[in-house]
């Protein structure tokens, strides 16, 4: 049996092989290992990349999306204030105001260039609709002003017939319907105005017949019967038997046949609590439930019930009481032109049709 001797030289040198190999080997490691990373960290950017690009593209529908629904909403709020135009003030329409960007807009413009242009028309129908709710409430005065003329309470007349409107609750809740608020005050200004204009056409200004030969006052007079006191609750007309009568106000007849008193009788109401009554008539050209206009032959004149000869009654009542028919029938010309300037906004769609 042979002994290698290895001496201690030698062995120092096979152990600094061997640290030199481990030390190669774990640099090689963590350079595979920093491969690795690096490779992942190229994955994660590569991903984070494309996510980017994904939420960009997202973003970029939804800015689309946005603009065509601003869009769609500007064109049915157009539609809508042109609506408004037509049935209130028809082709004279009231000069918009200029709009100024405001921070909103320019907010809207930075984000989505596209909907800038959108964003100042939209700034544009809303100031315009503020023009409209002003003209509307100059309008909605001017009326009132024109029923007190008549020594009538304009609030009173208008409170007797609410206008017929109803539907499901929708609340507003969202901040874009809260903007467009404008239009709800437009609406109403609109509603107020509409209001007081039918009412203004309801007043029984025209006359019943003509010519109009006044034989009776209003109020107290001596009774042609019995020759005492007595109160008139009309005007009386003379005339010859069958003369035209008609309806001093646009309305629905609630009587036509005999009335104690008046003989033959023709009750319209014009609503608002306002009715006119055309009394010892010789024959009728309307029955109940009947709409007449302004104007249209309702009867003819005679001399039946309690009367000394050819004439028609005429009165006017408010809630039920009688008024005198003067003030009405002798209306300033001013009143009278507010009035026809409205009986022309009603007759228009008549027209058209």
Known sequence: MRFLKITTAFQM?????????????????VVIVGLQIQTVRDRLAIGAQKEAVSQSASRVQAYRSSVDGMAERLERRQQLLDSMVEGYFGNVKPQAATATPDARATKIGAVIPEAAPLARIEQRQLAFAETLTMAAALRARQAEQAIRRYGLNPRALAGARPLAMGGPLIPVRSARSAKDMQLVRLASSLRQLDLMERTLLAIPNSAPTAPMALTSGFGYRSDPFTGGAALHAGLDFSGHMGQPIVAAASGRVIHAGPASGYGYLV???????????????????????????????????????????????????????????????????????????????????????
């Open 13 to 29: 040198k096979l152990a600094s092989l061997a640290l030199v190999g481990v030390v190669a080997w774990l640099m090689v490691t």
């Open 267 to 353: 009750t319209i109401d014009h609503g608002h609590g306002i009715e006119t009554r055309y009394g010892h008539l010789s024959g009728f050209d309307v029955k109940v439930g009947d709409m007449v206009a302004r104007g249209e032959q309702v009867a003819r004149m005679g001399n039946t019930g309690r009367s000394t000869g050819t004439h028609l009654h005429f009165e006017v009542r408010v809630h039920g009481r009688p008024m005198n028919p003067r003030p009405f029938l002798e209306a300033n010309a001013d009143v009278l032109k507010v009035q026809d300037n409205v009986q022309k906004r009603f007759a228009k769609p008549a027209a058209n049709g």
